[in-house]
């Protein structure tokens, strides 16, 4: 079973500043590897997935990077409606199906 | 819009099994994943499984069999069913579409198991 851990659990942060937010893998995913949003009482929003690949409709101030076993989500200048939570998310397909998620980060207003 | 509708109670006795139903409400089930996550309270979000549109299935090893993910392509709808539940499956269910990423996700659910 591929572990997924997330750093830091909390991020406090002003609106316009910049949020770097970190997924490590136990093992390597290549570039399988998703992050979603997720507010309260809604559900989880896709962001990115392949690792770098945002979804249609997202904001370009969200973007993504790493392979293997470390991810980086950054949101390059905070919006007010950013702050919430942020899961990682693996997809690895080998050697056999498994998806994970990490336990998320809470970006917070400072 | 497309969205996926979830439907089932949201209260199961221990032992008993719990059904819910996700409905897409445009399009087909045809050429797509189907998937199932779950959150207990205080927890991350956790995989159940999930199920191609061709019948085939794949599900996490830690239900130990229990967990059954099944369409009804004349419905649009698929369905999780999980037995012998315990205090343990407490939690927000939720479906979704896609396998690996999940770009399409119903509302969610709160099961609570309790007698």
């Known amino acids: 079973e591929i572990v997924l851990t997330q750093s830091p659990g909390t991020l406090s942060l002003s609106p316009g500043e910049r949020a770097t937010l970190s997924c490590r893998a136990s093992?390597?995913?290549?570039?399988?590897l998703a992050w979603y949003q997720h507010k309260p009482g809604q559900s989880p929003r896709l962001l990115i997935s392949?690792?770098?690949s945002r979804t249609t409709d997202i904001p370009d101030r969200f973007s993504g990077s790493g392979y293997g076993t470390d991810f980086t989500l950054t949101i390059s200048r905070l919006e007010p409606e950013d702050f919430a939570l942020y899961y990682c998310?693996?997809?690895?397909?080998?050697?056999?199906?498994?998806?994970?998620f990490g336990q998320g980060t809470t970006v917070e207003a400072k | 819009q497309v969205q996926l509708l979830q439907s089932g109670p949201g209260l199961v006795k221990p032992s008993e099994t719990l059904s819910l139903t996700c409905t897409l409400s445009?399009?087909?089930?045809?050429?797509?994943?189907w998937t199932w996550i779950r959150q207990p309270p205080g927890k991350r979000l956790e995989w159940i499984g999930f199920?191609?549109?061709?019948?085939?299935?794949e599900y996490s090893p830690s239900l130990n069999g229990r967990a059954t993910i099944s369409l009804d392509t004349s419905k649009n709808q698929f369905s999780l069913r999980l037995t012998s539940v315990g205090a343990a499956d407490t939690a927000v269910y939720y479906c979704?579409?896609?396998?690996?990423?999940?770009?399409?996700w119903g509302q969610g659910t709160l099961v609570t198991v309790s007698s």
């Open positions: 979704a579409r896609g396998s690996g990423r999940l770009h399409l």
């Open positions: 445009d399009g087909s089930l045809s050429n797509n994943h």
């Open positions: 199920v191609y549109y061709t019948g085939s299935t």
């Open positions: 093992q390597s995913v290549g570039t399988s």
């Open positions: 392949e690792a770098s």
């Open positions: 998310q693996q997809y690895l397909n080998s050697p056999r199906t498994f998806r994970s």
